[in-house]
């Protein structure tokens, strides 16, 4: 059974326009406040609820544009209002990731922190969380920047491909990070078994912040 742990953070990243779900998926409502499931509620409700398994609300932080401020409040609740981390402008986001990073560290200087998109679609969300604790553990007691890589079921162009290399166990070192290939390449990276698409979720721990280099 999870359980909710204090000392772990969470930065949902919820300012993306969602121009590749157009033209449902529009400028002032994109595509993580959409219930595109049917399910009465929306990809960043989805997200916000699966976190609350790990971490308490509290430390849960929502990094977005101002112009959605108001659509997170409705659809999140009152209790994201003073976790609503907003830029005036899209100035991509490193910038407030390492302001939210400092932040928290120096709420809590033995945090662990875990980066996530608001409209990821996870239907194993046991095995989610059982390798979000894993890595969420190895950075508790390692120097490690850590990712979570997604097993591909087929060549697809649409993902960036992480390259790891041999290891036992469940967490392997990074060889290289890839940009979306073309499908001969793609084909290739599935073949060989020494590739996962890139989920862009990235675990750390403030003792070893990246943002401070």
Same mark, same amino acid.
């Given at each position: 059974?999870?359980?909710? %742990?204090?000392? #772990? *953070?969470?930065?949902?990243? @919820?300012?993306?326009?969602? =121009?590749?779900? +157009? ?12 219930? &595109? ?26 990094? $977005?544009?101002?112009?959605? #401020? ?11 209002? !003073?976790?609503?981390? =907003?830029? /005036?402008?899209?100035?991509? #986001?490193? /910038?407030?990731?390492? *302001?939210? $990073? ?7 200087? %033995? ?7 608001? %409209? ?8 989610? &969380?059982?390798?979000?604790? !894993?890595?969420? %553990? ?5 120097? @490690?920047?850590? $990712?979570?890589?997604?097993? /591909? ?18 967490? *392997? ?18 073949? =060989?078994?020494?590739?996962? +698409? ?5 675990? +750390?721990?403030?003792?070893?912040? /990246?943002?401070? *280099?």
């Amino acid at each position: 059974m999870q359980t909710q %742990d204090k000392n #772990t *953070y969470v930065l949902i990243m @919820a300012g993306g326009v969602g =121009s590749r779900f +157009w033209p449902k998926s529009r400028n002032n409502f994109p595509k993580q406040f959409i219930d &595109i499931l049917g399910s009465g509620k929306s990809l960043l409700q989805l997200t916000y609820q699966r976190f609350l398994k790990i971490c308490p609300s509290e430390n849960i932080y929502i990094l $977005t544009n101002e112009i959605y #401020t108001d659509i997170i409040e409705e659809q999140i609740g009152i209790q994201a209002i !003073k976790n609503i981390i =907003s830029e /005036p402008c899209r100035r991509n #986001t490193a /910038p407030c990731i390492t *302001y939210a $990073t400092f932040k928290i560290e120096a709420l809590n200087p %033995d945090a662990n922190i875990i980066i996530a998109p608001s %409209d990821h679609l996870i239907l194993n969300e046991e095995v989610f &969380i059982s390798s979000l604790e !894993k890595a969420v %553990d190895f950075a508790t007691h390692n120097d @490690a920047l850590i $990712t979570l890589g997604i097993t /591909p079921t087929r060549p697809d162009t649409g993902y960036g491909y992480i390259k790891f290399e041999p290891g036992n166990g469940d967490v *392997y070192k990074v060889a290289e990070f890839l940009e979306k290939p073309a499908l001969e390449k793609a084909t290739a990276f599935v073949k =060989s078994g020494k590739y996962v +698409w890139n989920a862009g979720i990235f675990i +750390w721990n403030v003792k070893i912040n /990246p943002f401070s *280099y």
